[in-house]
């Protein structure tokens, strides 16, 4: 029911811009959010935005990366600038409804130096 796109090979310093759209009867949506796993590390969250749209960022894309989200889409966008090598990842789309969390099937951005 999530659907990302976007994610691609860059090289460093370049920009990538990753949507995942909700689809189906996925309801009501509170939170959104992007997740990465690296490999041989554990995944992370890297940003997230409420409904009210507030958002926040894990430290070390703070300033390169930007998340935003269009309610009457159901989607949810992350803006990566500045891409740095390690960036690179697997991408997870996260969305929170009152019953239940949805997670996509993930993007993969790899970042050349």
């Known amino acids: 029911q999530l659907v990302e796109s976007g994610g691609g090979l860059v090289q460093a310093g370049g920009s990538l811009r990753l949507s995942c759209v909700a689809s189906g009867s996925i309801g009501s949506i509170n939170a959104m959010g992007w997740y990465r796993q690296a490999p041989g590390k554990q995944r992370e969250r890297v940003a997230g935005?409420?409904?009210?749209?507030?958002?926040n960022y894990v430290d070390s894309v703070k300033g390169r990366f930007t998340i935003s989200r269009d309610n009457a889409k159901k989607t949810v966008y992350l803006q990566m600038n500045s891409l740095k090598v390690e960036d690179t990842a697997v991408y997870y789309c996260?969305?929170?409804?009152?019953?239940?969390?949805?997670w996509g099937r993930g993007t993969q951005v790899t970042v050349s130096s």
């Open positions: 935005i409420t409904s009210g749209g507030n958002t």
């Open positions: 996260n969305v929170v409804t009152r019953l239940a969390d949805f």
